[in-house]
């Protein structure tokens, strides 16, 4: 790939060898690059191991990661699994992180690369869903449904959960980074644009080689990047707020017009918020306008 080479190692007991797979690596590690410079390391193997080493689907390592054998059973070649892995090699293992939020800077970024992956690969739709429902042959709890579950568990007279600004550790540190962190880094793209904040992701990968990155750091760069913005507007109430938006909907139906109205239910300050609003007229009738 480029100079680079690439290379699967499956087990002796592995039915079919791993075209799909190495194809789908080949053409992630060619779209990552564009987006955070060169891969830091020489070459870069997918090596197979027994079920029993290990409670991980995938494990990354600098320059290799090691997966179990239910990784190749995805019929895409598991699109999701490959990049958040393969992103690694620049946020945890090239680009440490440290400090409060650190988890949004290592899991939180590799699983936002797997969905700047599939949008790239598949096609945007194919991205959304991946950050709703996950996707066959990946992790069915890294997802906005899951965490919706969670929260509603929480908001329902549970533990309030913690917030993406602090999380370093752990679990539910992890679980919470890769299923409402990359929702959060992805809103942040749409809010920069993708030639701002992926400039601010390669100087970051140039200048932090050496030393721990921190979310404020991080943070800071995102702020200057689009001075026109209200940039820490919109990171404070996603990044220091735990849990999201429950938001309750109800309609009028007049003669001449619709009414939707929108109504915020959790607790604190409302969020300000960008919603999409689709509405589809009867058979035999026309939306004329939507305000």
Avoid at 45 to 50: D, S
Avoid at 182 to 209: C, I, N, P, Q, T
């Amino acid at each position: 790939v480029d100079g680079r080479e690439v290379g699967v190692h499956r087990l002796r007991s592995a039915r079919e060898a791993a075209d799909v797979e190495l194809g789908a690596i080949a053409a992630i590690l060619r779209l990552l690059e564009a987006r955070f410079g060169p891969y830091p390391y020489a070459g870069y193997r997918v090596v197979e191991v027994p079920d029993g080493v290990g409670d991980f689907l995938g494990s990354s390592e600098q320059g290799f990661i090691m997966v179990r054998p239910v990784a190749f059973d995805a019929p895409d070649g598991n699109l999701a699994l490959f990049a958040h892995e393969l992103a690694h090699g620049w946020w945890g293992n090239r680009v440490a992180s440290d400090g409060p939020g650190s988890m949004l800077l290592s899991e939180g970024l590799a699983q936002f690369s797997a969905v700047v992956a599939i949008a790239a690969i598949e096609g945007e739709p194919a991205a959304a869903d991946f950050l709703r429902f996950s996707r066959p042959g990946y992790v069915e709890e890294q997802c906005a449904r899951s965490f919706f579950q969670r929260w509603r568990r929480a908001w329902n007279g549970g533990e309030p959960g913690l917030t993406l600004a602090e999380i370093e550790s752990g679990g539910e540190a992890h679980l919470l980074a890769d299923s409402k962190g990359h929702w959060v880094l992805e809103m942040l793209r749409r809010e920069l644009g993708d030639e701002r904040l992926f400039a601010v992701l390669r100087v970051v990968v140039r200048d932090f080689a050496d030393r721990p990155l921190t979310l404020s750091e991080l943070l800071t760069r995102c702020v200057a990047a689009a001075p026109e913005r209200d940039i820490a507007g919109f990171l404070a109430q996603w990044l220091e707020r735990a849990g999201a938006p429950v938001l309750e909907h109800t309609f009028e139906n007049g003669r001449e017009r619709t009414r939707v109205h929108v109504r915020p239910l959790q607790p604190g300050e409302p969020y300000r918020l960008t919603l999409e609003l689709a509405l589809a007229a009867a058979p035999g009738r026309s939306l004329h306008s939507v305000v």
